[in-house]
């Protein structure tokens, strides 16, 4: 597997590895994965939620244009 970073990325591993927290980069990248698949997990779950709760409140009289204009002005 071949992987590219940004020199900014490369930075942040090896800044990373120098504090002593990893020992290596690979530790690093396999940490980063490791929370990324949490994160994505929960963003997933809460958008699930959210659209349970849209369907099973109240129906609105404003149309779809309206909600986005009201949500776009707040």
Request: proline share 1%; no cysteine.
């Amino acid at each position: 597997m071949n992987i590219s970073f940004t020199k900014k990325q490369e930075e942040y591993i090896s800044k990373q590895v120098s504090s002593g927290e990893y020992q290596n980069n690979s530790e690093v990248i396999r940490d980063a994965l490791r929370l990324h698949g949490i994160y994505r997990e929960k963003v997933i779950r809460d958008l699930r939620r959210e659209i349970e709760l849209g369907w099973e409140g109240p129906e609105s009289k404003l149309s779809m244009g309206q909600i986005i204009a009201s949500k776009k002005s707040s």
